[in-house]
């Protein structure tokens, strides 16, 4: 099947073509007409879902400009008052018509007449939207909504200076490639020190949305609010007994890993101990890695990257370009992070991130062109709701560009030397990162388990847990002020809570695709495609089946994978 990136926005055939959100009197009346009309033929149903499909596309991408504009500019009060007032003014006042619409769906007669593969998920999903609503959340999730957007107006006013110059925290962070240790340390314990100044501002502020989640569960019939998440994130296929297995599967396999790539490190750098300033260093003589300087010449090489693999993926990228969907320099005032936004009605996601001319800058920006290439595939899908895929999948989008780009990475990086050591600190990540998800991923567990713990519980159970899957290589003695608010630098506990076991079940299928990818590039490719272009119309473990991948996180399976990238490490960077 051939795939393009040309997009056009549709064409409107349920709102008026000149239709734009401003308030609930506006649009209300379209809700209506979906509530209140006959659906008395399986022809009817169709139409009826199509036009409903238009209207929740219309509000999405009006609801994500808001946001997206917010966290380009933390600091402007009008574009933060647009995104408070749709959570909680607009977004309320929907959800009731969309749990009526739910119900009137689910009891039509003809939708028994719907292709029920193609619907099943869907269907499925909406059944569990119906038995989660309670009007009494209502409020607390408008709250909720513009409360966790706080954490991006904290961080966004955090700045160090170096050298007599202002820096965001991201930008601040190249320092710490620095060949010179005294400037390492310097940077470091200047960024930890302007962390320390807003923990109390940040322990309030998830103090006060845990309360809410919590209550948010409790009016659901729920014990506590990670099994409601569980719930609401649609989390049919895995269990939290899962995710325990998970993090032990880390702890044995996982860790030693770690250990043995951070000797290497302070071999390499000809240190008696290694302090968390050096994991990103190089030895002295040798410059830290350079593979863009502007976000021009990032998204320019990237495409070509991206043409190199398959030229619809850098076809995606030049309809983003061309339709203005990139902020990707960190600068003052932004809020922190990276993301790819998808955009439900006109089809091309917009990228989000806060670029500092580093490695790590390129491994976000393949990683999210992964997303936006799935945004690309899941488009032509018929509703807006067949677009809406696991987390769990769009993790594997991404991660999978990650290590499917490396071979192109030339590009980047004209000399060898660099190219390997690129190379290798890509695959030092894949390895790197798990115990950071188990650690993440356990702490929201206890967290919600134990929703009126104490502050100075948190700070025990954090230390307890991050203690469990650390590094024992690392040296942190001196540094034990910063250690119990480390979490505080997690943007998902604040904003998308119990969002981050899926990067370490996605980083599991993107290792399994990428050794398919080193069997036979093509089939991999292609499998990619395929799984990626269902969007959500099929279950997880079959988007996993569509991708020839195992959804599996057992301990032999993450064993087995961890010994292939380690094989790989070696082989091609030694």
């Known amino acids: 099947m051939n795939y393009t990136a040309d997009l056009k926005k549709p064409l409107r055939h349920f709102l008026p073509e000149d239709f734009v959100v401003t308030d609930w009197n506006g649009l209300e009346p379209w809700f209506k007409d979906l509530e209140e009309r006959k659906l008395d033929s399986r022809e009817a149903l169709e139409k009826w879902l199509l036009d409903m499909s238009e209207l929740e596309a219309v509000v999405s991408e009006d609801s994500c400009w808001r ?39 689910v009891e039509n007669p003809h939708t028994k007449e719907l292709d029920q593969h193609q619907f099943y998920s869907y269907l499925r999903s909406v059944r569990k939207r119906i038995e989660l609503f309670r009007d009494e959340n209502i409020p607390l999730q408008a709250e909720l909504s513009v409360l ?23 930008q601040a962070s190249k320092f710490l490639e620095n060949p010179d240790r005294s400037i390492r340390e310097e940077v470091y314990r200047k960024i930890q020190e302007r962390r320390l100044q807003n923990k109390d501002a940040l322990n309030d502020l998830y103090s006060q949305l845990i309360a809410l989640r919590h209550q948010t569960a409790l009016n659901a019939g729920f014990a ?104 990707l320099e960190s600068r003052k005032g932004k809020a922190p992070g990276g993301y790819n936004c998808p955009l439900a009605e006109t089809g091309a996601p917009f990228i989000f991130m806060n670029a500092a001319g580093q490695m790590g800058d390129l491994t976000t920006m393949v990683h999210e062109g992964g997303h936006a290439i799935h945004s690309f595939l899941a488009h032509p899908l018929e509703l807006s709701a067949f677009k809406e895929y696991p987390m769990e999948i769009a993790e594997v989008a991404s991660m999978s560009m990650e290590l499917f780009s490396m071979d192109h990475w030339d590009l980047f990086f004209p000399d060898k030397n660099d190219l390997a050591r690129a190379r290798r600190h890509q695959m030092e990540r894949v390895i790197t990162i798990f115990p950071w998800i188990a650690t993440i991923d356990k702490f929201q567990h206890w967290v919600y388990e134990n929703p009126t713990h ?10 307890e847990i991050m203690g469990e899957f650390s590094s024992q290589v690392v040296d942190w003695q001196g540094l034990e002020q910063y250690r119990p608010f480390s979490w505080q630098r997690q943007l998902h506990l604040f904003e998308v809570p119990f969002y981050y076991i899926e990067y370490g079940i996605a980083q599991l299928g993107a290792l399994g695709l990428w050794k398919q990818y ?24 079959e988007l996993y089946d569509a991708a020839h991948l195992r959804f599996d996180f057992s301990k032999e399976h993450i064993k087995q994978l961890m010994d292939f990238v380690s094989t790989e490490m070696e082989k091609n960077c030694s």
């Open 67 to 105: 946001q997206i504009r917010m966290t380009c500019d933390t600091e402007n009060k009008q574009l933060e008052e647009a995104f408070a007032y749709f959570c909680l003014e607009i977004q309320p006042k929907i959800q009731p018509y969309a749990d009526r619409l739910n119900r009137k769906l």
């Open 148 to 170: 966790a957007q706080q954490f991006g107006v904290i961080s966004g006013k955090m700045t160090v200076t170096m050298n007599g110059q202002e820096y965001t925290l991201q």
């Open 224 to 327: 506590n609010y990670r099994d409601y998440k569980f719930e609401e994130l649609g989390r049919f296929d895995y269990t939290k007994e899962d995710c325990f297995r998970f993090h032990d599967a880390v702890k044995e396999y996982v860790l030693p890993l770690v250990n043995k790539i951070n000797e290497n490190k302070k071999k390499k750098l000809g240190l008696d101990n290694l302090r968390p300033w050096d994991i990103d260093a190089e030895p002295a003589g040798t410059e830290p890695l350079h593979p863009f300087a502007h976000a021009e010449e990032l998204i320019t090489k990237t495409t070509a990257c991206f043409d190199q693999l398959n030229p619809f993926f850098g076809d995606c990228l030049r309809t983003m370009k061309t339709m203005g969907r990139f902020d």
């Open 454 to 463: 104490t502050l100075t519980e948190r700070t025990e159970k954090w230390l």
């Open 518 to 541: 080193k069997e036979n590039k093509e089939t991999a490719l292609s499998n990619y495609i395929s799984a990626l272009s269902l969007g959500g119309t099929r279950t997880l473990p």
